[in-house]
């Protein structure tokens, strides 16, 4: 059965830090390169970065140097450390094996952790 739990978000002041965490099943962690993604409200679901199961990254242009993703190979984990936050980084963040967005509608979600960044 498929598993992904995010948690970590919160409030955060603009400049601030959160680091996310998201436990993913076996079945998914081992195979797959995992990704974190969000969505902030009437936007669509986009993806944040991404890590292989070698270890590399990549990120999209809006968060890189700011977001640093890690994975826990031992632990079936995956995190986000996300550094001086903007409030366009508001959004409910989730975690998934890498996907193209066709397929995002076609594949199981967790429940996300929400991420508000506000003075």
């Known amino acids: 059965q498929v598993q992904l739990v995010e948690s970590g978000g919160g409030l955060v002041q603009p400049g601030g830090s959160l680091r996310l965490s998201c436990a993913a099943s076996?079945?998914?962690?081992?195979?797959?390169?995992m990704g974190w993604y969000r969505q902030a409200p009437g936007k669509q679901r986009e993806l944040v970065a991404t890590i292989t199961r070698g270890g590399a990254t990549n990120y999209a242009d809006s968060v890189k140097g700011r977001f640093t993703i890690s994975r826990d190979n031992a632990k079936n984990t995956v995190y986000l450390q996300m550094n001086s936050l903007k409030p366009e980084d508001t959004a409910v963040y989730y975690c998934n094996k890498e996907l193209r967005p066709q397929l995002y509608a076609y594949n199981y979600w967790g429940q996300g952790t929400q991420v508000t960044v506000s003075s």
């Open positions: 076996g079945s998914i962690f081992r195979i797959y390169a």
